[in-house]
């Protein structure tokens, strides 16, 4: 496997249940990052996880949980979604360098996610 | 705080035609810019790039931007549009987190 990977590649789940979506990244970075994607809004940052340690929280409903177990890997745990969650989730990773600046990100494939 | 402004929705263009797709940004010093592209279905890949130097970035796939600080502008440019170009082009600025603008749809007609 080679760059950002995501599974799964699609997703319906009812209200009340629980889930996770996966992203792995392949490239040695040392930042991971969710996003929500949303037809006709821009990209929502959701998660930053910095060296394993979540680094910002946009005010996302604690529904969303995420999880970095190591740099390599990032997990975002969904429960109790309501319908307007629906989107296409994605993750990216990224070298950030010092001062705090971003690198270039690298996205996944994204998860189309669909609560009914 | 950063913001991201891509004041074009929608633009069609003619296969063969040049594109000049428009980005402005919000911040106080020079950060770093880029540009991503976004098909049906798929995540985002990276276009280019500009954290310093040379103002004039290429690309892959045949697209440049300039940087013009005066502007606060990051604009993406093409000679000649191509029918797989059709997509959804994002200007986004990094610092301390990436911001993207809103995006811009681009339809190419035969």
């Known amino acids: 496997e080679t760059g950002v990977t995501q599974t799964p590649r699609h997703l319906v789940m009812g209200m009340t249940n629980k889930k996770s979506l996966k992203c792995e990244q392949h490239l040695g970075h040392n930042a991971m990052y969710w996003y929500k994607q949303s037809a006709k809004k821009p990209l929502e940052l959701m998660f930053v996880?910095?060296?394993?340690?979540?680094?910002e929280n946009n005010s996302v409903p604690s529904r969303f949980s995420p999880e970095c177990p190591n740099s390599s890997h990032l997990f975002l745990h969904l429960h109790t979604l309501q319908p307007e969650d629906s989107a296409l989730y994605l993750c990216?990773?990224?070298?950030?360098?010092?001062?705090?600046?971003?690198?270039?990100?690298?996205f996944g494939p994204g998860t189309r996610l669909t609560v009914l | 705080a950063q913001s991201v402004t891509q004041p074009d929705i929608h633009i069609t263009v003619s296969e063969g035609a040049s594109l000049e797709l428009r980005c402005n940004y919000s911040?106080?010093?020079?950060?770093?810019l880029f540009w991503y592209v976004q098909s049906p279905g798929q995540g985002l890949q990276l276009l280019l790039k500009?954290?310093?130097?040379?103002?004039l970035v290429q690309g892959i796939k045949g697209f440049e931007a300039e940087f013009k600080r005066s502007q606060s502008s990051f604009n993406l440019r093409k000679p000649s549009v191509h029918w797989s170009d059709a997509a959804e082009y994002f200007c986004a600025v990094g610092t301390l987190g990436v911001t993207f603008g809103t995006g811009t749809k681009l339809q190419v007609i035969p």
């Open positions: 996880y910095s060296l394993e340690e979540r680094v």
């Open positions: 500009y954290f310093s130097g040379d103002t």
């Open positions: 990216a990773s990224s070298q950030d360098h010092a001062g705090g600046y971003s690198g270039e990100q690298f």
């Open positions: 911040y106080g010093a020079t950060p770093y």
